[in-house]
């Protein structure tokens, strides 16, 4: 499964390139373009001005069909705004929420996110 992302400050990009998985980085050159096989979207936690390219990713030709899920990265001084932009989409979306974890991730984050896409490769 496919992971797709942004990273503003390099930190989301740091926890995927740790999953070494497949991976697509989405960019305001490549927000529209379309993908044809199940995904999973890792989102940093930013207001929705600067994450909007996201959703335009999701809504672009038919990929809302092979999304399958949503994880966070931000920071817990946040409080309750931890990770809110994971849980927007995936309630906007209605995919579920594999996993949430602060900056670039730990390994125990790592191993349960690949875990999470496993899961959902096998349902």
């Not at 920071?75 to 990770?83: H, K």
Request: net charge negative.
């Amino acid at each position: 499964m496919k992971v797709v992302y942004m990273s503003m400050t390099g930190q989301t990009k740091k926890f995927v390139k740790k999953l070494e998985m497949d991976s697509l980085e989405i960019t305001m050159s490549n927000a529209f373009q379309e993908i044809y096989e199940p995904y999973v979207v890792v989102a940093p936690t930013y207001e929705i001005e600067a994450t909007s390219i996201l959703n335009d990713f999701i809504e672009t030709g038919n990929n809302q069909a092979y999304l399958k899920g949503i994880a966070g990265g931000g920071n817990r001084n946040f409080n309750t705004l931890f990770c809110f932009t994971a849980k927007d989409l995936a309630e906007q979306y209605q995919v579920p929420i594999l996993h949430m974890f602060e900056f670039q991730g730990s390994n125990y984050d790592v191993e349960y996110f690949k875990e999470k896409v496993r899961e959902l490769g096998e349902s």
